[in-house]
């Protein structure tokens, strides 16, 4: 049987430390005008600097803007950090916790990512978490005992109504900026996991509303087969989410899909 899944589709784009107010600007608007008619939800992640230019120019358009990292006070002597509160103010509504390049570069563990979970979606920020095992840890079979540690860890303490705020983002690190693309199996598997983590956890209603997305690598001629695996509701994109006319392709994969049978 083929039915249009209950999730909806969720595209983000990520575009980690890159460019300016001006370029934010002039890619938000012509995003808008093509993404006008889609019933794919779109969000970028953009560059603090940029939240408020971007934010602007998606402005009546169905385009989510975001953050790619908060701290997790609310305020106070914490120099060059930046608050849930900030980040809504400039017009953000979701922010991504957790990315790989956060944990191995900036050295955020388990515990500090869900301070910062448990902050943002008690102010209001949608959150998308990101998890994922390594190479090593992949290669050495250990990928589901990651991920549960990651989901125990990162997830403790929030309640099963904030569940509903929540995006998990399953970027397999071998994957993230590789072009070595986890394949649709492997990517399947993982997500499957994960959303019977999250039932076991939060109950099965709530598993199966959650989004979850797949990130590492994804471009426009991989996109399709990885959106047509039942549990990959969207993707989190790196680098092709700079390139106007890549992203815009990945945005109008269509998707056609059975629930998951968990
Ligand atoms: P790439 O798409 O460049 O591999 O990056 C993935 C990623 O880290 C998105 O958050």
Same mark, same amino acid.
């Given at each position: 049987v083929i039915a249009e899944s209950v999730r909806p589709t969720v595209i983000i784009g990520n575009w980690k430390m890159h460019k300016t107010i001006a370029e934010s600007a002039a890619f938000v608007t012509s995003l808008a005008f093509v993404v006008r008619h889609s019933s794919t939800q779109v969000g970028l992640a953009v560059p603090y600097t940029m939240i408020t230019a971007a934010a602007d120019a998606a402005r009546g358009a169905l385009i989510a803007i975001g953050a790619q990292n908060v701290f997790d006070a609310e305020e106070g002597p914490y120099t060059g950090e930046i608050s849930c509160r900030m980040l809504k103010d400039a017009g953000a509504s979701f922010v991504i916790i957790g990315h790989s390049e956060r944990r191995h570069l900036f050295h955020e563990d388990n515990a500090w990512i869900n301070r910062k979970v448990k902050r943002a979606l008690n102010d209001g920020l949608r959150v998308v978490l990101c998890i994922g095992e390594t190479l090593e840890q992949h290669q050495t $079979?250990? @990928?589901? =005992? !990651?991920?549960?540690?990651?989901?125990?860890?990162?997830?403790?303490? !929030? $309640? +099963?109504?904030? /569940? *509903?705020?929540?995006?998990?983002?399953? +970027?397999?690190?071998?994957? /993230?900026? @590789? &072009?070595?693309?986890?394949?649709? +199996? /492997? =990517?399947?598997?993982?997500?499957?996991?994960?959303? &019977? *983590?999250?039932?076991?956890k939060w109950g099965k209603p709530a598993s199966e509303r959650l989004i979850i997305q797949y990130g590492g690598s994804v471009k426009p001629e991989n996109a399709a087969a990885l959106l047509n695996e039942p549990d990959i509701d969207g993707l989190l994109v790196g680098g092709a989410s700079l390139v106007l006319d890549a992203f815009v392709k990945i945005i109008q994969c269509h998707k056609i899909k059975t629930q998951s049978a968990t």
């Open positions: $079979g250990k @990928t589901h =005992a !990651v991920l549960h540690e990651q989901l125990t860890e990162c997830l403790k303490d !929030v $309640g +099963e109504r904030q /569940i *509903e705020s929540l995006i998990i983002a399953y +970027e397999p690190v071998w994957a /993230i900026g @590789t &072009n070595q693309t986890a394949t649709p +199996e /492997i =990517a399947q598997a993982s997500h499957h996991f994960i959303r &019977n *983590e999250i039932a076991k």
